[in-house]
């Protein structure tokens, strides 16, 4: 499969879903930036499945697949009967108009079956960007996942990357890729469709739609393909280009299922030999969209004679057609075919060519399998959400994909087999490439067999699952063959668990008789065939081996089980699941399973698991989820026990937190959250200093004296003080990528590394302080806004400090070298004049407060005689933003202490050690990058902490896919380091995108619109691009594809609408510190 897509030349299918993922989460975690739906409906067969797509478009809601805002709806098709994709496409516009008009006037509907929508319905319409998914139908190629519904089938792509998330699904691949294409819509609505059954994995993000009328997406194929498909011919005339570099294609004709003549006829053939296959994917805006809109508003009439007539309404050949004027001749011979041409015939269908366009079909159960094979082995969850014992006690092949379910010891599964939301004991043997889906043999059922042996042996290439039915306590247990067509005539090849039928019938010494109605003329095939018993589970699962070709030495008595059994053909447990029991039974075993995973990591471990995901899988069951959570919370270590060994203290206070808002108490999550950033702030100083002590105080005084005590043994001197003076100007950093891993209480945990550069900016270094020691009393504090303070007695600065408290910066650096609590003994008769200065806009990203921080502590140390070493320095400094509650890592102070372009790597362990690398590069290179990147002020005020603590959160939670983003940036300054040692700025600029798109995977709040329009403006220019810092606003690098590409946008930025500023700036090389 690998092989097959590089030989095509095509993205691989698994970074296209990893980019479409990325994009789903900033759409809603962050709507109002990044566009998402308003609506989402899809369509289902009955309105018993339209109560279990309802139920999963809830979840997803709760599970943040969807956002909040969107509005969701499952429409059935009326009576469960058949109306075709076209005739449901218009009734579930029409079903979220009723919602509209229902929300707006609670008495009910504002229109009648008769008359168009009222014009505030039409209007909302016209404006609402939707994803209609058509999902109804029966799967009968894939019979084991029609109980759930083929687009709710599991499709653990991509996994790992959420362990303690839920299973991902088909539909929720298809959100993630859909996802890309709200932004072609633009600021106008439309309607945006695909079908259920299918993943088409492509950049969406790049798709361009006519303003007014159709479009189709196709994709080349060969021509055997295209003769058992639908086929899309252009015109060879007429050619509509969009706004931006990519064509939009008339359509001249649509083929169906053509032969080779036919094509050839029609013009299908491309220069190239292949034809364009039509994908079912439809966007459909402007004129063509209101028109559509209209023609729904009458749908319900429509329908009534549709099913009267016993017709059905195409999507892709009724509807589309009336799009397309050769096609006319052929609608006027079908239903509602000239109502069709006049309704919307006046628009065009265009196409979208997508070339990258791969398919992943799901289209039988053998080509699900392969789909989670050896092929994708590394991007495949293969076990997710899953209690499973120790290798030793079971037999587990490792390509095996076992997803929501529970193993006992003593289970045997084999090679590409599939397990899913099950329950399997000990005995229990599945053979290779099989499905087991929603069979629960637990330790009861098997106690109440009365029998030694194996429940269930599974052989190989079989399925089986379990479903409850409507108005009847058991179940009914199903099986087949994994190639078996339930489609397929008993005369025509058909065959059941592997088996033609004849052949079966007679080792089983059943009649057809037995399994199809001889009175009526009724096609025989698997489908309709009266094979399964409803009976009770132990007696299912013996009947179901039986099928399989098991208990021959007890065929006798089985047939006479069987024959004497009610039983129901695959067709009519279609129409009798009992979808309410089935989610119910569902949500409690996902919320037993995550119960025991939290349980164990909580027990056993070092709360290594997200138990805020957790229990929001434990919540979503029935039996007391938040009784399990307050017992959670009873047994969860505890700082104030002193249970917890290896543990860090934050990380234990985040999981009560966490507990506390799973149990409904806000108010204690609250105050016990207060006491997580007091030991993220510990537990830095600890790291810093010797000699701290183990446990920390919930109290703010406490806090700061654990953290500050013990310091002045290091750095203040024991000879008397004498007047001095130091001044002390350093330039501001800039950061290529690695932000974020630098910040405890990552870096106190984890290896972190950074690659940032010193600079001035307008000719000078705009951060600095100047300490004054003279005769006198008391603190004289200034700074550069022309605030100034005095004060007799620092011992009063404690913690916590007012965020508006213009000089908290130096109180807490005073704090932080010992003189707050050495004053009496080392201040007597001596008075400190501090004044600092900023020369760059407030929020700027660069690190200034750090830097600040740096200056007033090194100057400080130099006037007091302490250890003013950078070293040192840079470990206050970390301690100091902890205590100020701004939290932030080290390197901000690193950037500004040490000169040039570093690579600095932070190593945890007591004392923090930072290893920092200048890089030696030459000057050619230096200014080349000082001539192609640009340094620009956006205007956008940002305050880093309102970023920062809502990423700490989540990496104190143990939330999976912020850890990995962190490590990928820590990984990408070791690359950058490697590009910068060979002199490639190119790759440089690569890796700015990336750590930028990193940096919105961690908080998509550190962009905002002006930004986003920003970077696309530049784009063109540019090779790189970010924010610097932890975003939000601030300055942002521009590293320009050549020299003269960063001309010419400097030119366009200085004229452009942007109100932003570049500054001149220079590569910092020289030591800083000014001391008189």
């Known amino acids: 499969m690998a092989m097959a897509r590089s030989l095509l030349g095509k993205p691989d299918p698994m970074d296209v879903l990893s980019n479409s993922w990325y994009h789903l989460r900033l759409s809603v975690r962050h709507p109002q930036r990044v566009p998402t739906w308003d609506a989402i409906i899809l369509t289902a067969a009955s309105p018993e499945q339209a109560e279990l797509y309802e139920w999963q478009l809830r979840r997803a809601k709760r599970m943040e697949r969807i956002a909040h805002s969107t509005i969701t709806m499952a429409v059935p098709d009326p009576h469960g009967a058949r109306i075709g994709s076209g005739a449901a496409t218009l009734s579930a516009i029409q079903a979220l108009a009723d919602h509209i008009a229902q929300h707006d006037e609670p008495q009910g509907s504002l229109y009648n079956d008769k008359d168009p929508y ?104 060969t021509l055997d393909i295209a003769r058992n498909h639908g086929v899309i011919v252009l015109s060879s005339t007429n050619t509509s280009v969009s706004n931006s570099d990519k064509k939009l294609h008339l359509v001249e004709n649509i083929l169906q299922k053509p032969g080779l003549k036919e094509l050839i006829n029609n013009g299908a053939v491309r220069s190239d030999g292949r034809a364009l296959l039509d994908t079912g994917i439809f966007a459909i805006r402007g004129q063509a969209w209101q028109d559509l809109i209209k023609l729904s508003s009458s749908s319900s009439i429509l329908i009534s ?82 209690s499973i014992p120790a290798s030793t006690f079971c037999d587990l092949a490792t390509s095996s994909v076992i997803l929501s379910s529970e193993i ?52 190989d290439r079989h399925c089986i699952w379990e479903v409850p039915l409507m108005d009847n306590a058991y179940g009914v247990i199903l099986c087949c063959g994994l190639e078996d067509n339930p489609k397929s005539s008993f005369h025509k090849g058909g065959t059941f668990c592997g088996k033609q039928w004849e052949k079966l019938l007679s080792e089983l010494g059943i009649q057809e008789s037995d399994l199809w ?45 069987w024959k004497n059994s009610h039983r129901v053909s695959l067709e009519e447990m279609h129409r009798s699941i009992d979808y309410q029991r089935l989610c119910a039974e569902s949500s409690n075993h996902r919320a037993k399973l995550a119960a025991g995973i939290a349980r164990a990591s909580i027990s056993y471990g070092l709360l290594g698991r997200n138990l805020s995901r957790l229990c929001a899988e434990i919540l979503e069951g029935e039996n007391c989820g938040t009784d399990i959570c307050k017992n959670f919370l009873v047994v969860c270590p ?38 997580v950033w007091a030991a993220v702030a510990a537990e830095t100083a600890a790291a810093i200093k010797q000699g701290f002590e183990d446990q920390i105080s919930n109290s703010w005084n406490n806090r700061a004296s654990q953290i500050c005590n013990g310091n002045e043994h290091h750095i203040l001197p024991s000879q008397p003080l004498q007047s001095k003076c130091a001044r002390v100007e350093l330039p501001v950093r800039v950061d290529f990528v690695g932000g974020w891993s630098d910040t405890p209480p990552w870096s106190l945990e984890r290896i972190g590394c950074v690659l940032n550069m010193a600079i001035h900016l307008e000719g000078t270094l705009p951060v600095g302080a100047e300490i004054v020691l003279k005769a006198g009393t008391g603190i004289l504090f200034r700074d550069d806004a022309g605030n100034q303070l005095h004060i007799e007695d620092p011992r009063s600065f404690t913690p916590p400090y007012c965020e508006k408290d213009q000089f908290r910066l130096v109180k807490a650096a005073l704090n932080v070298t010992g003189l707050v609590s050495q004053w009496d003994q080392t201040m007597l008769s001596m008075r400190l004049e501090i004044s600092t200065w900023a020369k760059v806009p407030r929020g700027s990203g660069l690190g200034t407060s750090s830097i600040l921080a740096a200056a007033v502590v090194k100057g400080l140390l130099h006037v007091m005689g302490g250890d003013e070493s950078k070293e040192n320095v840079a470990r206050l400094v970390l301690v100091l ?16 202490l040490y000169p040039g372009i570093k690579c600095t790597t932070s190593l945890p362990g007591q004392p923090l050690r930072l290893n920092v690398e200048t890089l030696s590069l030459n000057s050619q290179l230096l200014l080349e990058l000082e001539q192609r990147m640009l340094v620009v002020f956006t205007g956008q005020v940002r305050l880093a902490h309102q970023v920062l603590q809502k990423v700490v959160v989540r990496y104190l939670q143990r939330d999976a896919c912020l850890i990995t983003s962190i490590k990928q940036l820590s990984k990408l300054s070791r690359i950058g380091r490697e590009s910068l040692m060979t002199g490639n700025l190119d790759d440089l600029g690569r890796i700015m995108l990336e750590a930028w798109r990193l940096h919105q995977e961690l908080d998509p709040y550190c962009s905002n619109e002006f930004v986003d329009r920003l970077f696309a ?60």
């Open 517 to 561: 109605n001889q009175s009526q003329k009724q096609q025989r095939y698997l489908w309709n065939a009266k094979l399964f018993p409803v009976v009770t589970q132990v007696e299912g699962l013996k009947l179901a081996m039986w099928l399989m070709g098991f208990y021959s030495d007890k065929k006798a008595s089985i047939l006479h089980l």
């Open 1017 to 1076: 403006y530049v784009n063109p220019f540019c090779c790189g691009y970010k924010l610097v810092g932890a975003g939000g606003g601030g300055f942002a690098l521009l590293l320009a594809k050549n020299r003269e590409a960063a001309n010419d946008l400097r030119a366009l930025l200085e004229a452009s609408i942007f109100p932003v500023k570049i500054y001149n700036w220079s590569v910092c090389l020289e030591q800083f510190s000014d001391h008189s």
């Open 118 to 221: 009222d014009s505030s319905i039409y209007n909302k319409l016209v404006k609402m960007r939707i994803l209609l998914l058509h999902a109804g139908g029966d799967s009968k190629r894939v019979p084991w996942a029609n109980p759930m519904g083929k687009v709710f089938l599991p499709l653990p792509y991509l996994a790992d990357e959420d362990p303690d998330g839920p299973v991902p699904l088909l539909f929720d691949h298809i959100l993630a890729v859909s996802s890309c294409v709200v932004q072609a819509f633009k600021d106008k609505g439309g309607l945006f469709i695909m079908t259920g059954d299918v993943l088409p994995c492509f950049d969406s993000s790049s798709m361009v739609f006519p303003d007014d009328g159709a479009c189709v997406v196709t994709v080349p194929i």
């Open 638 to 675: 505890s700082p104030q026990k002193g249970n917890l060994l290896n543990l860090p203290q934050s990380r234990a206070y985040q999981a009560q937190v966490d507990l506390c808002r799973a149990c409904g108490q806000d108010e204690s999550a609250n105050v016990i959250e207060e006491n």
């Open 881 to 896: 933003e902890q205590l100020m509650g701004t939290g932030g890592g080290w390197q901000d102070q690193i950037g500004g």
């Open 305 to 386: 004679e549709l099913l009267s007539q016993k017709e059905e309404l195409s999507l892709y050949e009724d509807l589309a057609g009336a799009w397309v004027s050769a096609k006319h001749g052929w609608l006027r011979t079908r239903p509602f075919g000239m109502d069709l041409v006049n309704a919307l015939g006046g628009q065009k269908l265009f196409t979208y060519c997508a070339y990258d366009l791969l398919f992943l079909h799901f289209g039988t159960s053998s080509e699900i399998l392969d789909h989670l094979g050896e092929g994708n082995i590394g991007r495949v969850g293969r076990r997710h959400l899953s």
């Open 408 to 459: 006992a010891s003593g289970v045997s599964i084999g090679d590409e087999s599939l397990v899913y939301d099950s329950t399997l004991s000990s005995g229990v043997q599945i053979g290779s490439r099989c499905v087991v889906v929603g069979v629960h043999v637990d330790q009861d059922i098997k106690s109440r067999s009365n029998s030694n042996s194996p429940l269930l042996v599974l052989p």
